[in-house]
């Protein structure tokens, strides 16, 4: 099936078999490979993506389903510059242990952040409820998210 | 795997009139994307819904608040209309799996998946709502919730039909409520659900709508707990009774499922919270 979508400000136009999931493209096809498959499910979150501005398992849509929407990972993040608030509160707040859920929580994070400049613990939770880490045991990783927060909002003052 | 994906109706009552016995219809994929994946060697002939914007409506018309059948969870928890009007479809909607999840599962998805553990059929059948099944010659024919039959969404495709939207009553309701009960608190499959509706005339609770959910293959009417609310008056309704009815309700429909000695427990959990609720407003 022919399909055309954005992935990370990048237009492609591409063939794709009818059974390829959205992770598939992304990993194997794209080459973006902070899209990381878990459970296979849409329980564990580690193949979260943006999918037109909403957080998504990338492992539950089908590639064709994509057809003209637009698709950003942690990738295209950094690309925009987007990424590095987010990335020191990670770091600075010990949220990452082996990594492997990192770039799901991050999406995860990143769509709250796009609707709540100011979130609280509680929103914090439940974006990244269906992030699941084996690691960390949530705590810093939610505290990363109200610190990139607020991070976000220096450098928007800042800017401004 | 075949696959087509429609921009419109119209488009997708062509593909509907193809006459092809094995078509499949598509929607969020939270289940069906899981399933094709983990069964590779399966033949597939999908109808992707997602592309259809009018298929995601949600709009007041006459008597009816009319949700599209592609209306994500996200949309339900996030539109003012369904909040204010139907108070109690946007909180089950609210309490379904993960962000991700609410961003895809659609409502009509949730309802042709047939699973028995759906949490917005039991809502549905509460607040006393209409399926609308359309055919490829356009025409519809409505479905009271609570006469559905799961059965009957398994071929829908085959048979040139598709969930075309809900229509919620609008009529004046006092009280909506639902809750679920499962092995944690959120991103959790139902093991038992309750939804409820009624109108208060004073302190009598009246046209009672209680119906449990993950009980049986389409939720289950709990007749003799809601007779117990409209007979006495609120000074005289004792909870205890009222929870009892719900379990016997729960035995009645189980009684030989290994899940009937834990269920009947869980259903008094949901009772309780009903019943809590209930207070708040007839006293």
């Known amino acids: ?160 | 795997m075949r696959a087509r994906r429609p921009r419109d109706l119209s488009e997708l009552r062509k593909i509907l009139g193809s006459g092809k016995p094995d078509l499949k219809l598509l929607a969020g994929g939270t289940d069906l994307v899981v399933h094709l994946n983990a069964n590779p060697g399966e033949d597939w002939d999908l109808v992707d819904l997602t592309g259809i914007k009018e298929l995601k409506r949600i709009a007041v018309e006459g008597p009816f608040l009319e949700i599209g059948a592609l209306a994500t969870f996200q949309d339900l928890e996030d539109s003012q209309l369904v909040r204010s009007k139907t108070a109690c479809l946007a909180e089950a909607a609210a309490m379904v799996g993960s962000c991700q999840i609410r961003n895809r599962g659609t409502l009509g998805g949730n309802v042709a998946n047939g699973s028995a553990a759906a949490d917005i059929p039991p809502v549905l059948c509460a607040l006393d709502a209409l399926l609308v099944i359309e055919s490829r010659d356009g025409n519809q024919r409505t479905v009271r919730a609570e006469e559905a039959n799961p059965d009957d969404f398994k071929s829908l495709a085959a048979r040139g039909e598709f969930i075309r939207k809900f229509l919620v009553p609008l009529e004046e309701r006092d009280l909506s409520f639902f809750d679920k009960v499962g092995s944690r608190r959120a991103v959790t499959v139902s093991k038992l659900n309750l939804a409820f509706s009624c109108k208060l005339q004073g302190s009598r609770i009246e046209k009672p709508r209680l119906f449990l959910g993950a009980l049986a293959p389409w939720p289950v009417r709990a007749v003799e707990a809601e007779s117990l609310l409209t007979s006495v008056t609120s000074k005289d309704l004792a909870e205890t009774s009222f929870l009892d009815a719900l379990s016997k309700t729960v035995e009645k429909t189980i009684p030989d499922r290994a899940s009937m000695p834990y269920k009947r427990q869980a259903v008094k959990g949901l009772g309780n919270h009903l019943w809590a609720n209930l207070l708040e407003v007839i006293r």
Do not use: H, W
């Not at chain 1, 063939?15 to 329980?43: I, M, N, Y």
């Not at chain 1, 003209?68 to 590095?84: A, H, W, Y």
């Not at chain 1, 990670?90 to 990143?110: H, L, R, W, Y």
């Open chain 1, 1 to 160: 099936m022919q399909i055309r979508l954005m992935v990370n400000d990048r237009r492609y136009s591409l063939g794709v078999d009818p059974s390829l999931r959205l992770v598939d493209l992304l990993r194997d096809v794209l080459g973006f490979t902070s899209v990381k498959e878990g459970c296979s499910e849409g329980e564990c979150g580690a193949c979260t993506v943006l999918m037109d501005g909403k957080a998504v398992t990338s492992c539950t849509i089908m590639a064709f389903q994509a057809d003209g929407s637009e698709i950003l990972t942690v990738e295209g993040l950094e690309n925009r510059g987007e990424l590095e608030p987010i990335e020191k509160a990670f770091i600075e707040n010990d949220a990452v242990q082996c990594g492997f859920c990192t770039p799901g929580m991050i999406m995860s994070a990143k769509a709250l952040l796009d609707k709540k400049r100011k979130p609280t613990e509680e929103d914090a939770k439940r974006a990244i409820e269906g992030n699941l880490c084996r690691c960390t045991g949530y705590v810093p990783i939610i505290k990363s998210i109200l610190d990139a927060a607020e991070r976000m909002e220096e450098d928007a003052g800042t800017s401004s």
